[in-house]
């Protein structure tokens, strides 16, 4: 097949369209056929499609689907990892229960979701499968391959042996024909710009042109190797055309001679987001960034694989120019922000904020002179006027009638004709929206976009929409409708967008906004100047500049407004008052405003009715609480719900109600997370939670108490350091209770998802420690080896290997613990190996080292000894007897004699000090057991441990009451 690219150039607007219908399709059952379907069935099928009609059929190695129809066939489909997005032009979701209920090979499951004036159909392959897609016989197909079937690549290297491409030249009087053989099928864009002629490939080689030295009618050809492509430019003349030809993996380049027919790439607006041009070109590969070496500029092309297509026309924006190809695509831009990206059969030229493009109605026929009293189009796009409402003598109905059924008739029209005027529409669009017909207005909007969707790039019908939007409280979708290129620039606009931040929250952006479109507020309807003067006096108050706020107050009652609209001000008003420190005059406008039966007015009103009457103390935190609660439910989904949630979640935090303060802050967030004040909602709830787990606030509760409030709200944790301290602090009071399998619990999932380095060989210390308390040695030396690192602590390091000998000593491996303890001479290493020497029955080694942990402590005899320290006597004069070490034995009794007497264990320290003297054959190593079992130095060990976990995590604070958390400040009722 054949590309060409003609030497002249026209220029034409670009607005082609399809009518597309907002109805249903339905799914055709057929096999994938191996060969080529008649053209006569062809045109029976096509008559019969729905405006969305989706074929699938089966075959050995993959599933096809097809989407063909008016609006099926402008199907876009992109692919993310292993998710693939069908986006269908249409409100109406087509029936895909097919595929949902029965996924082809290949397919884990499929759903549809509503986009801004479309339908997505989301497939997502199993790990291992692949889809292919493209368009072909005016139908956007899509190939789903099992897993492992997918087809493979090109068989061989697209750079021949050698690594050179050869190019043959082949002359004749006026042309000249140059052939480039690769290794494999390559894309390809060929261009003029200018006097040259260039040629592009989607793949770095080395170019061999020692066969096409004599180029004939063209004069020069150098070229050059990028990353992932090769370029060559060729001079020749300007008015010599240049067709592409694709055979397999031979391209053949033709300057001069008889022009050739076009394959056409088709190009289209999309303003369904921000405004796009999308090319149609079947195999498109690779966009190419290049820089012209004669004049220096820069442009781009789009390469795409054989048949040879080409775009025929030159197009210009404001953003790029759009070259005749001969094949693939040219883009010259002057801008350094075009993005151009090939996506199967689809090229998408986009900006950030969408491309600057004609507005599609200019490619329309003229409308008829409009009526003398129909709506008059406003001077800008997002304006309402006020005489839109105005029914003449006629009254409502009539008008209404009359301007609906010119709207029908025009709608009929275009229909047939996609180049019909739209003026009868707008006018319909432009009376509902003045007579505050907001639903009806979107209707008619919506009806226009999907009958012929260029249209969402036409300002005034984004900018009546969006108000209309507005109108009806549908904020979200009006600020799409405002934030479409088309509206860039528009004061109205601005006003527009000062309001919807207002309504949200948003006082700083609700400002600039407004400041904004100051040139296009007194444009509005007396109404809408004063619901726009009251928000922006509202924005003005919180941020700080009451001045203003007064004066804007003051223009809004300016207005005469309805009661509805007054009530709203006079409640910017009260704020004003208890900002200035009037509190007895903002109670009253807030309480007289709170009895008003409208809830979106008197709900924030009773709000500040509440703060107030709490500042003064003549409401207790129960009541109002009490009446917060209620609140809550009578109004929500803005700004007055975020402050509502605020300041009850903070009054549950100053009673101790610290559930129901997490509960209510939380449940909110998860709702309301994209207005403004999201966000101080998040930080309150995360203050909560530190002041809880980190401060102590919830040393108060229970421990299981404490541990089943964490648990619900453990996604709150901190990721750092103070959500591991938050851990260790929970671990230490389940400790102390002996909660020991929950406070593990707790440690390891930070050991084994949260922590690495010193902070994780640190904690798994704790947790080895415990699970030692517990008696569970193996999983102790599991956490010990799985945290080993270098470069710890030398304290660190000591304690580890002393907890590494116990955890080996309980398994009854007392070599192996000697060998890790070695020469380790610190307290904690000398009393394992007392208790190692001990079970090993080395008596006189175990009592020796008893005696040496007890140091001078026998010369303190005002003070009892402790139960670790009675252990350790008892042990060493056991020892000492077994032993047969009668000095020993001696020096002992000599030094604790005294403590004999208070002594917890008294008959035990009486029998373990007397002297050898005495004993008959009777006493041995089995005597000494009744003794040494009331002498246990594990629970020595563990109350010791607890002692010192307590100190390490802030538990030993001498402080009776727990702290309670700060309640976060009392949020102002949102105004407007």
């Known amino acids: 097949m054949r590309a060409t690219m003609a030497g002249p150039r026209t220029t034409t607007a670009i607005g082609r369209t399809s009518a597309a219908l907002g109805v249903a399709g339905t799914i055709a059952l057929a096999p994938v056929a191996g060969s080529v379907v008649p053209a006569f069935a062809q045109e029976v099928a096509n008559a019969a499609l729905d405006p969305i009609t989706i074929r699938i059929g089966a075959n050995d190695g993959f599933t096809r689907v097809e989407f063909a129809g008016v609006v099926g066939s402008r199907a876009r489909v992109r692919k993310d990892g292993q998710t693939v997005v069908v986006r269908i032009g249409s409100t109406a979701a087509p029936d895909v229960s097919r595929l949902k209920n029965d996924p082809p090979p290949g397919v884990e499951k499929v759903e549809t979701r509503a986009a801004l004036d479309a339908t997505e159909l989301v497939i997502t392959l199993k790990e291992g499968a692949d889809a292919r897609t493209g368009t072909d016989d005016g139908a956007v197909w899509l190939n789903l391959y099992p897993v492992g079937e997918a087809p493979a690549a090109p068989a061989g290297a697209a750079v021949p042996a050698g690594g050179a491409v050869p190019v043959v030249a082949t002359k004749a009087d006026d042309r000249v024909s140059l052939s480039f053989t690769w290794g494999a099928p390559v894309g390809a864009a060929v261009f003029r710009r200018g006097d040259a002629v260039w040629v592009v490939f989607d793949t770095a080689a080395r170019i061999d042109l020692s066969k096409a030295r004599d180029l004939g009618v063209a004069t020069d050809a150098r070229w050059a190797v990028g990353p992932d492509y090769t370029a060559i430019r060729i001079a020749a003349p300007e008015d010599l055309p240049v067709s592409a030809v694709g055979e397999g993996a031979t391209w053949t380049i033709a300057i001069g001679g008889p022009m050739s027919a076009t394959q056409s790439v088709e190009l289209d607006r999309d303003d369904s ?228 931040a207002a309504e949200q929250g948003d006082w700083a952006g609700a400002r600039q906004a407004f400041t904004g479109g100051a040139s296009a507020i007194d444009d509005f309807p007396p109404v809408w100047r004063a619901r726009f003067g009251a928000a922006h006096a509202m924005a003005a108050l919180e941020t700080g500049d009451l001045n203003a706020s007064k004066a804007l107050l003051a223009y809004s009652f300016s207005q005469n407004a309805p009661a509805a609209d007054q009530l709203t001000a006079r409640l910017v008003q009260a704020r004003l008052f208890e900002l200035e420190g009037a509190t007895d005059r903002a109670l009253a406008v807030y309480k007289a405003i709170g009895r008003a039966p409208l809830d979106g007015i008197a709900t924030p009103a009773k709000l500040g009715a509440i703060r107030i009457e709490m500042a003064k103390g003549t409401l207790t935190p129960t009541a109002a609480a009490a009446q917060l609660e209620q609140l809550k439910w009578r109004w929500r989904g803005d700004a007055t719900e975020l402050s509502v949630i605020r300041t009850l979640g903070g009054l549950y935090l100053s009673q101790g109600r610290y559930r129901e303060a997490l509960d209510t802050l939380r449940g909110a967030g998860k709702r309301l997370g994209d207005l403004p004040g999201a966000v101080e909602l998040q930080t309150d709830l995360s203050n909560a939670f530190r002041a809880l787990f980190l401060d102590g606030a919830a040393d108060g509760l229970q421990p299981v108490q404490a541990l089943a409030l964490f648990y619900d709200f453990r996604d709150l944790t901190p990721v750092g350091a103070d959500g591991d301290e938050m851990v260790r602090r929970l671990a230490r009071r389940l400790v102390d209770v002996d909660l020991l ?184 190593a089995q005597s000494f057991a009744g003794l040494t079992a009331g002498a246990d130095t594990f629970a020595g060990w563990v109350a010791q441990m607890k002692t010192q976990l307590r100190q390490e995590t802030g538990g030993n604070r001498s402080s009776a009451t727990p702290a309670r958390p700060t309640a976060p400040a009392a949020a102002a009722p949102a105004g407007g």
């Open 273 to 500: 987001q921000d405004a796009t041009l999308v090319a149609r070109m079947a195999g498109a590969t690779r966009t190419v960034w290049l820089t012209d070496p004669m004049v220096g500029d820069r442009f781009a092309a789009v390469t795409a694989l054989a048949p040879g297509k080409g775009f025929a026309d030159e197009r210009r924006t404001i953003d790029m120019t759009l070259l005749p190809t001969a094949q693939g695509l040219a883009v010259e831009t002057a801008t350094d922000d075009l993005q151009i990206k090939a996506e199967g059969d689809l090229v998408t030229l986009s900006r950030p904020g969408g491309l600057t493009l004609s507005p599609p109605s200019m490619a329309l026929e003229a409308a008829a002179p409009p009526e003398a009293h129909a709506p008059r189009k406003a001077d800008y796009p997002a304006l309402i006027l006020a005489e839109w409402a105005d029914v003449g003598e006629d009254g409502f109905n009539t008008r209404y009638r009359k301007l609906q059924d010119a709207a029908a008739l025009e709608s009929i029209a275009a229909s047939d004709n996609p180049r019909a005027p739209i003026e009868d529409r707008l006018a319909l669009v432009r009376f509902l929206v003045g007579s505050g017909l907001g639903f009806e207005a979107v209707g008619v909007v919506n009806a226009m976009f999907a009958q012929r969707p260029s249209l969402q790039g036409e300002p005034e019908l984004r900018g009546l929409r969006g108000a209309a939007r507005a109108s009806i409280g549908r904020l979200e979708e009006a600020e799409l409708d405002f934030s479409s290129g088309a509206l860039a620039g528009d004061p109205a606009t601005k006003v527009w967008q000062g309001w919807l």
């Open 741 to 924: 399998d929950q406070a593990a619990e707790l440690l390891k999932y930070q050991v084994d998802n949260r922590l690495e380095g010193v902070a994780k060989a640190q904690v798994a210390t704790t947790l080895a420690t415990i699970l030692l308390m517990d008696r569970q040695p193996e999983p102790a030396l599991q956490a010990l080896w799985s945290s080993r690192t270098t470069l710890l602590p030398t304290a660190l390091t000591s304690q580890r290997r002393a907890l590494e000998a116990r955890a080996l000593m309980d398994l009854g491996r007392y070599d192996h613990a000697l060998e890790t303890l070695d020469n380790d001479r610190s307290p904690e290493a000398q009393q394992v190996r007392a208790d190692i020497f001990w079970k090993q029955e080395n008596w006189a080694g175990a009592a020796a080292l008893y005696e040496a942990r007890l140091g001078d402590r026998y010369k303190d005899t005002a003070t009892a000894l402790t139960p670790d320290e009675e252990s350790r006597v008892i042990r060493a004069g056991v020892g000492y007897s077994l032993a047969r070490d009668a000095g020993a034995l001696g020096r002992l009794s000599r030094n604790y004699e005294p403590f004999k007497a208070r002594a917890r264990s008294g008959a035990a320290m009486r029998i373990a000090l007397d002297s050898l003297n005495g004993m008959d054959g009777s006493a041995g």
